[in-house]
């Protein structure tokens, strides 16, 4: 008999709750004035804390002003630049591609939110109170970031 150890299917049966919980718990977050002004949108994250922007590239590829970009790598790209909106996407703050991104991104521009539900990146996100969403994962018992596709998406 296959058992679901993980409970991945309640974490799946949650997709809804996930949504709706990051909806409402991102109501309130404010970017930077500046950020109206962006030339490009990057991303920086990895597998599943990237498909928030895969997402968005689909939904708003005939409407969107600016690039939507995603970098899953260590290397910081040549054209972030200060009018860049740099988002640090970590489901557990501690992948390291992302951690390495957040600090040498912060050398290019000041246009930064972190999405998250710890580690470094949570922390960078107080230190230095840059906007962003910290994940409460209540819907997600399974604990899997690949599993908290509602998290990764609304947020």
Not at 103 to 118: N, S
Request: glycine letters at 10%.
């Amino acid at each position: 008999m296959i058992v679901d150890e993980r409970n991945m299917l309640g974490s799946i049966d949650m997709l809804a709750q996930q949504v709706r919980h990051a909806w409402e718990s991102t109501a309130g977050i404010t970017l930077p004035a500046e950020a109206k002004h962006c030339r490009q949108v990057v991303l920086f994250g990895m597998g599943g804390s990237a498909l928030g922007m895969d997402v968005a590239r689909a939904v708003y590829a005939g409407s969107a002003t600016v690039p939507l970009l995603v970098v899953n790598d260590y290397v910081l790209p040549g054209y972030v630049s200060t009018d860049t909106l740099a988002i640090l996407s970590s489901y557990s703050g501690t992948t390291e591609e992302t951690v390495i991104a957040a600090k040498l991104v912060q050398a290019r521009t000041k246009l930064l939110a972190v999405v998250t539900t710890g580690g470094p990146l949570a922390d960078l996100m107080t230190q230095q109170q840059i906007p962003g969403y910290q994940i409460e994962a209540t819907y997600n018992p399974c604990g899997q970031p690949r599993i908290a596709v509602g998290y990764a998406v609304t947020g």
